[in-house]
């Protein structure tokens, strides 16, 4: 099983043995107003989401990791990578709102690219969000990411507005 420390958080595998809290942060639309798939309508969407994740885990060669954030031993959120090929890959995360504003998402982002870069040899990261959602960019900004794309026709499951997306990425530095 893979593990990851930082000196608050510990990333640990994703999955079924986490619904509720999954589905607590998953579920609330203050939580997931500025997500694509997000907010799961009910608790056999968060099920399905979380039995994928387990199975990916038991894959031999994983498309995507999910781990959980956890913080004093409580479940706070995930960070993702979803690989695009063997050099590139999709960051996210996500935080409930009761553990957001202390730094949480960025330190777990910045520990799932170091891994990313240490053992999965990434060399390119890319995300996108809202382009509303302020803390999220700053993130991106903050892991050293830079804004390369601006585009319209974002469709956030919480609402029918289309909205704009911003991306960023990052590529890593050849040594």
């Known amino acids: 099983m893979i593990t990851i420390n930082t000196s608050r958080l510990v990333l640990k595998p994703l999955g079924i043995k986490y619904i509720e809290s999954v589905h607590e942060y998953s579920s609330d639309i203050g939580n997931t107003k500025y997500m694509v798939h997000l907010p799961n309508n009910n608790i056999g969407e968060t099920k399905e989401f979380l039995q994928r994740a387990d199975a990916e885990w038991k894959s031999t060669k994983p498309s995507f990791y ?7 031993n409580k479940h706070i959120g995930a960070v993702s990578i979803y690989l695009e090929d063997s050099l590139s890959g999709e960051l996210g ?17 910045r520990a799932l690219m170091d891994f990313s ?3 999965l040899k990434i060399k390119h990261f890319i995300a996108h969000c809202d382009s509303e959602n302020i803390p999220s960019y700053k993130v991106m900004e903050k892991l050293g990411m830079s804004r390369t794309g601006t585009y319209g026709g974002r469709k956030n499951r919480s609402s029918d507005e289309e909205r704009t997306e911003y991306q960023y990425e990052f590529t890593v530095a050849a040594r």
């Not at 999910?66 to 004093?72: L, S, T």
């Not at 995360?93 to 982002?109: C, D, H, L, P, S």
């Open 117 to 119: 870069i240490n053992k």
């Open 66 to 72: 999910e781990f959980a954030v956890i913080y004093k």
């Open 93 to 109: 995360w996500i935080i409930n709102k009761k553990y957001q504003k202390q730094g949480f998402a960025f330190e777990a982002a």
